[in-house]
T-cell receptor
Framework: AQKVTQAQTEISVVEKEDVTLDCVYE???????LFWYKQPPSGELVFLIR??????QNEISGRYSWNFQKSTSSFNFTITASQVVDSAVYFC????????????FGAGTTVTVRA | NAGVTQTPKFRVLKTGQSMTLLCAQD?????MYWYRQDPGMGLRLIHY???????AKGEVPDGYNVSRLKKQNFLLGLESAAPSQTSVYFC?????????????????FGEGSRLTVL
């Protein structure tokens, strides 16, 4: 069975601080996909990134960066120089690479960025 | 471009009433999913479909039924609503995977439907 753990329930930072969101996963699959989604206060779910299990290269997109470490089953997400607009709930998710590709979500981490 | 559309957006039901949530996607996606979101629990998969005419149970299927009579629509039904079904419901769709090099693997979500059962 797949499982995604986001141990941090809430994180509060002051604008311009960096914030790192932890994500630890469990799966028996050798090939799988990892995702991060953002849910701003308006409620919609916004896709941020997908990472394949066979590609451990880290990725940077503007102020966002992701650190994938297969050895520790972690896929952490860092927001650099946070802004108020980054305030949201962030979900890490895991999908099998065969069959039905269902996404299993973590419980989410609420990030509050204070001005 | 509509993407994934859910109706209704809000609904209040009394215990024992029935209702249907409609999800429509215009992207010709094979896969469709219904999730529910509850505080502190993330999104949990209720039912899903891998193609027209098919449905399968997810993580929390009890109390719900689904149908996929047309490829673009995925209906979620509550036959006898209970207060425990008060939640925000999200529909999502995705491409049929051809392999990691062919697809982003992204789920496209609707805006959510907030259901309250009194």
């Amino acid at each position: 069975a797949q499982k995604v753990t986001q141990a941090q329930t809430e994180i509060s930072v002051v604008e311009k601080e960096d914030v790192t969101l932890d994500c630890v996963y469990e799966t028996r699959d050798t090939t799988y996909y990892l995702f991060w989604y953002k849910q701003p206060p308006s409620g919609e779910l916004v896709f941020l990134i997908r990472r394949n299990s066979f590609d451990e290269q880290n990725e940077i997109s503007g102020r966002y960066s992701w650190n994938f470490q297969k050895s520790t089953s972690s896929f952490n997400f860092t927001i650099t120089a946070s802004q108020v607009v980054d305030s949201a709930v962030y979900f890490c998710a895991l999908s099998e690479a065969t069959g039905d590709y269902k996404l299993s979500f973590g419980a989410g981490t609420t990030v509050t960025v204070r001005a | 471009n509509a993407g994934v559309t859910q109706t209704p957006k809000f609904r209040v039901l009394k215990t024992g009433q029935s209702m249907t949530l409609l999800c429509a996607q215009d992207m010709n996606h094979e896969y469709m999913y219904w999730y529910r979101q509850d505080p502190g629990m993330g999104l949990r998969l209720i039912h899903y479909s891998v193609g027209e005419g098919t449905t399968a149970k997810g993580e929390v299927p009890d109390g719900y039924n689904v149908s996929r009579l047309k490829k673009q629509n995925f209906l979620l039904g509550l036959e006898s609503a209970a207060p425990s079904q008060t939640s925000v419901y999200f529909c999502a769709s995705s491409y049929l995977y051809m392999g990691p090099e062919h697809s982003t693997g992204e789920l496209f979500f609707g805006e959510g439907s907030r259901l309250t059962v009194l």
